[in-house]
């Protein structure tokens, strides 16, 4: 089957640096995604990997390793606004978003 | 209209009752897609649509039928709403074939089936 496993919770605190790790077992992989979602919101796009590698954006970025089948998220300079849900998905062979369960992520002061 | 639309926002619905979710996009995407999300689970896709006039049945489709006349909406009808049903429904849309497929999502649709 297919699985996407990432951390229930982390907490962190504001001002420091976290890493959001996701480990993937797809049937194929066209690309992985990260997403932040706050409570009672909709997700919204982060950042997308495709090849090996790390993307950067601004205080967040985003590591891929497509032999380990392994992601993560970092995220510096935390600001109490960070707070939220980190998903991570995997696109398979057939084009679909495979999700994994998601990173809840407390930012303390 | 900017981005995603749903409505309603939320629906407390009796069992057994048919209920439809309406989806709207304005950014002209070919694709279109119905998950639900269910606390501790990922986001789960129930149906899909690659372009208008097509569609297709995602990883948990039963209880769900869609249809997709045009690009820009994209409605979820629940026949005969069933409590498992209970969820928090979210329409997302992507430009399929660019360069990386992104999707959007709307504001998402919470439905208590009783």
């Known amino acids: 089957g297919q699985n996407i496993d990432q951390p229930t919770e982390m907490t962190a605190t504001e001002g420091a640096i976290v890493q959001i790790n996701c480990t993937y077992q797809?049937?194929?992989?066209?690309?992985l995604f990260w997403y932040q979602q706050h409570a009672g919101e909709a997700p919204t796009f982060l950042s997308y990997n495709v090849l090996d590698g790390l993307e950067e954006k601004g205080r967040f970025s985003s590591f891929l390793s497509r032999s380990k089948g392994y992601s993560y998220l970092l995220l510096k300079e935390l600001q109490m606004k960070d707070s939220a849900s980190y998903l991570c998905?995997?696109?398979?062979?057939?084009?679909?978003?495979?999700w994994g369960a998601g990173t809840k992520l407390i930012i303390k002061p | 209209i900017a981005g995603i639309t749903q409505a309603p926002t939320s629906q407390i619905l009796a069992a057994g009752r048919r209920m439809t979710l309406r989806c709207t996009q304005d950014?002209?995407?070919?694709?279109m897609y119905w998950y639900r999300q269910d606390l501790g689970l990922g986001l789960r896709l129930i149906h899909y649509?690659?372009?208008?006039?097509?569609?297709g049945k995602g990883e948990v489709p039963d209880g769900y039928s869609v249809s997709r006349a045009n690009t820009d909406d994209f409605p979820l009808t629940l026949a005969s709403a069933v409590p498992s049903q209970t969820s928090v429904y979210f329409c997302?849309?992507?430009?399929?074939?660019?360069?990386?497929?992104?999707?959007?999502f709307g504001p998402g649709t919470r439905l208590t089936v009783l």
């Open positions: 649509s690659n372009t208008a006039g097509t569609t």
């Open positions: 797809t049937s194929g992989f066209n690309g």
């Open positions: 997302a849309s992507s430009d399929a074939g660019g360069a990386t497929d992104t999707q959007y």
């Open positions: 998905a995997v696109r398979d062979s057939n084009y679909q978003l495979i």
């Open positions: 950014m002209r995407h070919n694709a």
